[in-house]
C-alpha cells in the first residue's frame, strides 16, 4: 500500500502520515520489526524506531505502526471486539470459553490472536442468529451491527489514533 499511494503524484504530498494496524499476535515486537523491514524495502519513508513512534522522511508522509489490541498485549482486533461483546452479554463468556476448553477444541492453549478470534466467532454464531458466520470487518454494519465503534473498548485505539494525527499535523 505505501508504494501504491507513492503513485498519485497530485494527492501524495497532501499525505500527512500513514498508520499502519495489524494484529499484535504472539510477539508485537517481532511483528514490528518485519512491518518495518517491508516499509524499509519499499523505500523512501521514514522508519519508525518502536510501535506508534513516527518515522519521518522529507518527500513522503511520516509513518508509524500500531498494534491491536495494544503495544504489549497479544491478540488482534478480535480481542477487543469479544471483550465488548462479553461487556454486552456478561453470560457469554463463560459459555464460549467451556466450549473452546472442550478436550477436542483445547483452544485456550492456542495463541492469544488464535484463541481470541475463536472466541470472536463463537460469540457471534451464538448472538448473532440472523448472520451467525458474519466477520469481524462486518461487525460495524448496518442494518445491525455487532459492536458500536463507540464502545468502551475502543476508547484506547481511539486515543492513540489521535495522538498519531496529532504527531503528523493532520489536526
Given at each position: 500500500?505505501?508504494?501504491?499511494?507513492?503513485?498519485n503524484?497530485?494527492?501524495?504530498?497532501?499525505?500527512?502520515?500513514?498508520l499502519?494496524?495489524?494484529?499484535?499476535?504472539?510477539?508485537?515486537d517481532?511483528l514490528?520489526?518485519?512491518?518495518?523491514?517491508?516499509?524499509?524495502e519499499?523505500g523512501?519513508?521514514?522508519?519508525p524506531s518502536?510501535l506508534?513512534d513516527?518515522?519521518?522522511a522529507v518527500?513522503?508522509?511520516?509513518?508509524?505502526?500500531?498494534?491491536l489490541?495494544d503495544?504489549?498485549?497479544p491478540?488482534?482486533?478480535?480481542?477487543?471486539l469479544?471483550e465488548?461483546?462479553?461487556?454486552?452479554?456478561?453470560?457469554?463468556?463463560?459459555?464460549v470459553?467451556?466450549?473452546?476448553?472442550?478436550e477436542?477444541?483445547?483452544?485456550?492453549g492456542?495463541?492469544?490472536?488464535?484463541?481470541?478470534?475463536?472466541?470472536?466467532?463463537?460469540?457471534?454464531?451464538?448472538?448473532?442468529?440472523?448472520?451467525?458466520?458474519?466477520?469481524?470487518?462486518t461487525?460495524?454494519?448496518d442494518?445491525?451491527?455487532?459492536?458500536?465503534?463507540?464502545?468502551?473498548?475502543?476508547?484506547d485505539?481511539?486515543?492513540?489514533?489521535?495522538?498519531?494525527?496529532?504527531?503528523?499535523?493532520a489536526?
Amino acid at each position: 500500500m505505501l508504494q501504491a499511494i507513492r503513485g498519485n503524484r497530485i494527492h501524495f504530498p497532501r499525505i500527512k502520515g500513514v498508520l499502519i494496524v495489524a494484529d499484535s499476535t504472539e510477539c508485537p515486537d517481532t511483528l514490528f520489526q518485519d512491518i518495518c523491514a517491508q516499509i524499509r524495502e519499499v523505500g523512501g519513508y521514514g522508519i519508525p524506531s518502536e510501535l506508534l513512534d513516527v518515522g519521518r522522511a522529507v518527500d513522503h508522509p511520516d509513518v508509524a505502526v500500531m498494534t491491536l489490541p495494544d503495544e504489549k498485549t497479544p491478540g488482534a482486533l478480535e480481542t477487543l471486539l469479544a471483550e465488548e461483546m462479553t461487556a454486552k452479554a456478561s453470560w457469554i463468556a463463560a459459555c464460549v470459553d467451556a466450549f473452546l476448553r472442550c478436550e477436542k477444541v483445547d483452544a485456550h492453549g492456542w495463541p492469544a490472536e488464535k484463541r481470541d478470534k475463536a472466541r470472536f466467532h463463537s460469540m457471534v454464531a451464538v448472538l448473532n442468529r440472523d448472520d451467525p458466520s458474519r466477520a469481524a470487518s462486518t461487525a460495524f454494519k448496518d442494518p445491525k451491527p455487532l459492536i458500536a465503534v463507540e464502545a468502551p473498548c475502543f476508547n484506547d485505539v481511539e486515543r492513540r489514533i489521535r495522538d498519531f494525527c496529532a504527531a503528523v499535523g493532520a489536526i
